[in-house]
């Protein structure tokens, strides 16, 4: 039996839909693009879908071989889904590569709906060209109405590219703080002024602040940085407080500016 879903590879909600078929005797063999082929089985066991290597899963090869298995394109990862009991075994360690997939799920969904607005206004751009170079005159009524259609086939293209994508950020949310693997997330970006300095100040020793950037300096000791960091304006002062003086820096938030 061959079945046609639209899932992320590895998600929960693949996942779930393969267990409810597993339940009723369909156990998964092959999975070719969005096409997912079963065979029926008379004591089919549950699906555990695990993101690794693709080189992990080749070198596997000869020992582990499960129900079936995927490979992005764009990735060096690869999700292989075996049949065991989930009380046997939970995964865990394959949380950074989830994340990575996860992320870039999100970013085609926001891409869709980029795509499917500037994809419209061409459509009615190019129609209207048209029109208007030979001449055809295209009744209002019959105008009208594929406006109508073309708006609403946007409308629901946009919905549930946007809804996806809500979904895919609420997963990366959750699987940041599982990793605590916040690169590629948008932090605010402070700016913080050093003063008095004789050298570059050492930000090394503030690292857990965030990422440092040096923006500028000038002959009189004074270094520019911008610091890219998800903690509070009073928290990173109190941090940089007990190494510097306080009469020797400022810190200014993301909608400050530089002391003049």
């Known amino acids: 039996m061959q079945k046609t879903r639209f899932f992320l590879k590895g998600s929960a909600a693949e996942t779930a839909w393969l267990n409810r078929l597993a339940q009723q005797g369909q156990q ?31 070198a596997m090869a000869d020992t582990f071989r499960p129900l079936a298995s995927y490979r992005f394109k764009h990735n060096k990862f690869a999700v292989a889904y075996s049949k065991v009991a989930a009380v046997n075994r939970i995964v865990k360690a394959d949380d950074n590569y989830r994340l990575k997939v996860t992320r870039q799920a999100r970013d085609m969904a926001l891409n869709w709906i980029n795509g499917s607005i500037v994809g419209f206004w061409l459509m009615l751009c190019a129609a209207i060209l048209l029109a208007n170079q030979t001449r055809i005159m295209i009744p209002t009524a019959t105008f009208l109405s594929g406006l109508a259609l073309g708006t609403a086939l946007m409308a629901v293209f946009t919905t549930i ?92 938030s993301c909608f400050g500016l530089y002391p003049l």
């Open 28 to 58: 998964l063999t092959q999975i070719d693009g969005w096409h997912y082929q079963f065979k029926p089985v008379d004591q089919p066991g549950q699906v555990l879908a695990e993101y690794l290597p693709a080189e992990t899963l080749t």
């Open 161 to 252: 590219s946007l809804v996806a994508a809500i979904r895919l950020h609420r997963q990366v949310h959750q699987l940041v703080q599982l990793t605590g693997n916040d690169e590629g997330t948008w932090k605010p970006t402070f700016h913080v002024m050093f003063r008095h300095q004789k050298d570059v100040p050492d930000t090394d020793q503030f690292g857990e602040l965030g990422k440092w950037l040096l923006s500028v300096h000038n002959d009189k000791g004074d270094y520019y940085f911008d610091l890219r960091s998800s903690l509070s304006e009073y928290d990173i002062r109190s941090t940089i407080q007990k190494v510097i003086n306080k009469e020797d820096f400022t810190v200014m």
